[in-house]
């Protein structure tokens, strides 16, 4: 087994000790937003975790009203802009907390007096001294370099935030559901996992695809294949692929398609029919029984009863 592999299969632990032990800071996080009468998120990220920050984005507008918007970082750190952040609720994401133009982001934030948090495995990191609020991964150490149990401890930790905030009971129970229900799947699907994944070993290119809160998975998957086997993918939103990247899809293309019941369910299936038509070579990753049952080539997740949770399954 390798390190990554290793550490994938370490994911259901670590979500449940991010639940426990950030608890009390989510909930004088979430106090503190409200008496502040925070307007909108800002995430200050890069690679991963601006993926990990990008779910956020859809979960804070979805359940929490709060529009949210990804830091252009060079805007302060090159060009000297002055943003207003004041009524913003501020997230520095980074797995080692050491991200300089994200510092940089949270500095000028609380400067301004927003609400500012880091998100990092490291309670001692410059990111994490410089929050009001330090959230927390509890993934030890990320010895396979390519961040995996960090990414979705990322994302979790975030949608604890989004829960507590709403009082969401949804996306509560569905939350709660995810350690556990990933803990009994993943010894499944690393027993089937060599069915597909010998069809793509020779594949040098290809597209990962998403829409809604699968779009950042779709993105980090994307980039795994760049960083550990050299695969020259582009993630993509379903939405965006329609307007010129379907063009360079050909018979046998490599794709990978994320499929979760929600309300951008049918759009993914629609873009699945398209890529049949065009002969492409589609791995699909649905919760769908029905679904992954007719496909020649799928992974099959649980379904936690909400897209928002089901993600976590795609994800790792």
């Not at 301004?112 to 990092?120: E, F, Y």
Request: aromatic share 8%; hydrophobic share 40%; glycine share 6%.
């Amino acid at each position: 087994m390798t390190l990554m592999e290793k550490e994938i299969n370490e994911q259901s632990h670590i979500l449940d000790t991010v639940h426990e032990a950030n608890t009390p800071t989510i909930q004088k996080l979430v106090a503190k937003m409200k008496e502040k009468k925070c307007r909108y998120a800002y995430f200050a990220a890069r690679g991963t975790s601006d993926h990990a920050s990008i779910y956020a984005q859809y979960l804070f507008g979805t359940y929490a009203g709060l529009p949210s918007g990804l830091a252009c970082c060079s805007i302060l750190t090159a060009y000297e802009g002055n943003l207003d952040l004041s009524d913003a609720v501020v997230f520095g994401v980074s797995q080692s907390g050491k991200a300089a133009d994200a510092l940089a982001v949270m500095e000028h934030a609380k400067k301004q007096g927003a609400v500012v948090v880091s998100v990092t495995n490291y309670a001692d990191s410059p990111m994490a001294k410089v929050a009001d609020f330090s959230l927390l991964c509890n993934a030890g150490e990320e010895k396979s370099v390519a961040a995996t149990k960090t990414f979705t401890a990322q994302m979790y930790v975030m949608a604890l935030v989004v829960a507590e905030y709403t009082q969401n009971s949804t996306l509560q129970n569905a939350l709660q559901q995810v350690p556990e229900a990933l803990g009994h799947w993943l010894p499944a699907l690393n027993q089937s996992i060599d069915s597909f994944v010998s069809r793509y070993r020779y594949s040098n290119d290809g597209f990962s695809l998403g829409r809604g809160v699968n779009y950042p998975v779709a993105l980090e998957a994307a980039l795994k294949l760049q960083e550990t086997n050299y695969v020259r993918m582009k993630g993509a939103a379903v939405s965006d692929f329609y307007h010129g990247p379907l063009a360079q899809v050909e018979p046998g293309t490599f794709v990978i398609l994320f499929a979760s019941h929600g309300p951008v369910y049918k759009d993914a299936v629609a873009m699945l029919s398209k890529l049949d038509e065009l002969g492409a070579e589609t791995l699909v990753v649905t919760d769908d029984k029905d679904l992954a049952a007719s496909r020649q080539l799928s992974v099959r997740t649980p379904d936690v009863g909400t897209d928002a949770a089901s993600v976590y399954f795609n994800a790792v």
